[in-house]
């Protein structure tokens, strides 16, 4: 079974630093992984995704992930956090075949101080 | 924009009764997905659906059952409520197809107090 694993309960960095968030996990096959953001009192919304091809991927307002398969690795990465950025970050993974469903990881709070 | 609405954003319920959660989408999604979300947890799946009349349990389905009528709508029952039941619950959709790369897109939640 697959399952996602996030190390860091919270992430905090200066506003103008870069900022990181670990995601590790595990899956029969080549997976497919996401992050998804939650902002206070909303739903998930989709950042962005790693399907086939490049290992560094671009998403949503200026976040980025690098994909790693020896080390079964997907952090999100962004060159310069902003205080809006401070929001719940949940890291997901699913098989690449099948109808599998998708399996969280617990989430990391990253906070952005001014 | 295309949208996950549930109709209830806050709700407090007593131990026994029971409770509907309502989730519609406009996007004419095939797949439609109950999880909730927990401190420390994440979010687990609760039940998931791919096309109408059609369920699948996932991991934690005890004291759920679902409801799929229509392909927008795709109601949570909890037949009756225990205080364990408290949380936040998330519905999703997704479209359908061979690949398994589509994206969820969420609702905005339903707090669920259970006293």
């Known amino acids: 079974a697959q399952s996602v694993a996030q190390p860091e309960d919270q992430v905090n960095v200066a506003e103008g630093n870069p900022l990181t968030v670990k995601c590790t996990y595990s899956v029969s096959g080549n997976p497919y992984l996401f992050w998804y953001v939650q902002y206070p009192n909303r739903g998930l919304q989709f950042l962005l995704k790693?399907?086939?091809?490049?290992?560094l991927v671009k998403g949503s307002y200026g976040f980025e992930a690098e994909f790693n398969k020896s080390q079964t690795s997907f952090h999100l990465k962004k060159p310069s956090a902003l205080v809006s950025d401070s929001a719940l970050y949940f890291c997901?993974?699913?098989?690449?075949?099948?109808?599998?469903?998708?399996?969280f990881g617990t989430g990391t709070r990253l906070l952005v101080s001014p | 924009d295309v949208k996950v609405t549930q109709s209830s954003r806050y709700l407090v319920k007593r131990t026994g009764e029971k409770v509907f959660l309502e989730c519609v989408q406009d996007?004419?999604?095939?797949?439609m997905f109950w999880y909730r979300q927990d401190p420390g947890l994440g979010l687990r799946l609760i039940y998931f659906?791919?096309?109408?009349?059609?369920?699948e349990k996932g991991d934690i389905p005890e004291g759920y059952s679902v409801s799929r009528e229509k392909k927008e709508r795709f109601s949570l029952i909890l037949e009756s409520a225990s205080t364990n039941q408290t949380s936040m619950y998330l519905c999703?959709?997704?479209?359908?197809?061979?690949?398994?790369?589509?994206?969820?897109?969420f609702g905005a939640g339903s707090r669920l107090t259970v006293l």
């Open positions: 659906s791919y096309d109408v009349k059609m369920k």
């Open positions: 996007m004419d999604h095939e797949n």
């Open positions: 790693y399907i086939t091809g490049d290992n």
């Open positions: 997901a993974v699913r098989p690449g075949t099948g109808f599998q469903k998708l399996v």
């Open positions: 999703a959709s997704s479209l359908s197809g061979p690949s398994g790369a589509n994206v969820l897109t």
